[in-house]
């Protein structure tokens, strides 16, 4: 079978799950299967991902394991050098994991493989020049620029969520104040609304009675779920987060211009009731608004997927390129070695390109 219609197993490591599946070269999910992800140790994630991709492999052919992490990943794709919701410190995934699998392993930021996803198979397949933004517990942010990946100097571009948009406000895990996704994040909305309920607010009275819960009980998809009921507190809990999310990629599109933001992660899943409040704050926010093209606002089509299905196809894509570049690589051998009827120039100058 050619290496490109092979499965492969994509993983997407969040900071309370582990989600992973097996996936083919459309895009499809072919096999799942999750866990609650483990924050005692990188050890314990470590051997979480290795159990999964023995069970997924027990019932599946596969070609090589992509893995989305929550985190700051370095330029080679094989250190998660800080995951602010993880236990993760310069912590060697690749390796550790391909030790425990022996299988070929990408590692790659969580927010890159849904934008890849999104861009190979979801909401943004005819734009080349995106952002795509992940809430989640925290929010997760990725750009492409050409139809490529952009990952900076380091490998760290994209995390938007930690840019400091209230100077002295919330704390955030990544030990900064006033981060953005202390204020349009999953995390944000569970906040609010457990503080709108413990003070006792009017609205929050009803939003209680529909949840059904204590104050401390309260969770993001609970709010969603009250606010797609019609509950107005809830509603109005989701406005806000769209509100700062709005603001944020209109400082984004002032830096990068680029023609979509594709919105994902478990918040998305509020749609309209999120992304109205996103783009009304959006327009409002852009700088030289009126003179200047918008650009679009979308959800992103793969939902909590997306990572897993981007992870995927980056591990498959990378091996199939790795293997053409070693065919490429054993018939320059082969015609240095046996001669082609090239000068000695030709064949210095085949040397460099190589």
Sequence with gaps: MPLLERLAIGIDIGGTKVAAGVVDPDGNVVDRTRRDTPSASPTEVEDTIADIVRELRSRHDVVGVGIGAAGFVDITRSTVL?????????????????????????VENDANAAAWAEFRFGAAQREEDLICITLGTGIGGAIMIGGHLYRGRHGMAGEFGHMQVVPGGHRCECGNRGCWEQYASGNALVREAREMALTKSPLAAPMLADIGVDPADITGPMVSDAARRGDPAAQELLAEVGQWLGVGMAGLAAALDTGLFVVGGGVSAAGELLLAPAREAYRRSLTGRGFRSEARIVRAHLGNEAGLVGAADLARSRRSRSRSRSRSRSRARARRSWGDGTSPVARLSQRWVE
């Design 82 to 106: 800080f995951a602010p919701h993880l236990a993760w410190r310069h912590e060697p995934l690749r390796d550790a994991v391909q030790r425990r699998i022996e299988l070929a392993v990408v």
